[in-house]
Nanobody, 122 residues
Framework: VQLQASGGGLVQPGGSLRLSCAASGFTLKDYNIGWFRQAPGKEREGVLS????????YYADSVKGRFTISRDNAKNMHYLQMNNLKPEDTAVYYC????????????????WGQGTQVTVSS
């Protein structure tokens, strides 16, 4: 069972990035998905999560209107689209999957990717 995050990099303020998360060893469509981030010197923060049936999506206030989460079950992947990036979005981003994981109500995720660095700077 593995999650592999990719797509991070250096982007200027106002720019966009799409992070990808490839799942292997399990069928992603049967799991809730989520993204977390951790900035230097700060605690890990839940960014977005979505239930397996698309019935519930959580957005952190700091990313509402700018970030969206999506999945491609045929490819066993999910994504984090980040628009209008700000310097305060700089962090290592982690993709997750879980049977009942939900950032909004604090239910943890079982599976975690290794993290991908996003740096927003001019």
């Amino acid at each position: 069972v593995q999650l592999q995050a990719s797509g991070g990099g250096l982007v200027q303020p106002g720019g966009s990035l799409r992070l990808s998360c490839a799942a292997s060893g399990f069928t992603l469509k049967d799991y809730n998905i989520g993204w977390f981030r951790q900035a230097p010197g700060k605690e890990r923060e839940g960014v977005l999560s979505q239930s397996k049936n698309y019935g519930s999506t959580y957005y952190a206030d700091s990313v509402k209107g700018r970030f969206t989460i999506s999945r491609d079950n045929a490819k066993n992947m999910h994504y984090l689209q980040m628009n209008n990036l700000k310097p305060e979005d700089t962090a290592v981003y982690y993709c997750t999957a879980g049977s009942y994981g939900d950032i909004g109500v604090g239910i943890p995720f079982e599976f975690w990717g290794q993290g991908t660095q996003v740096t927003v700077s001019s």
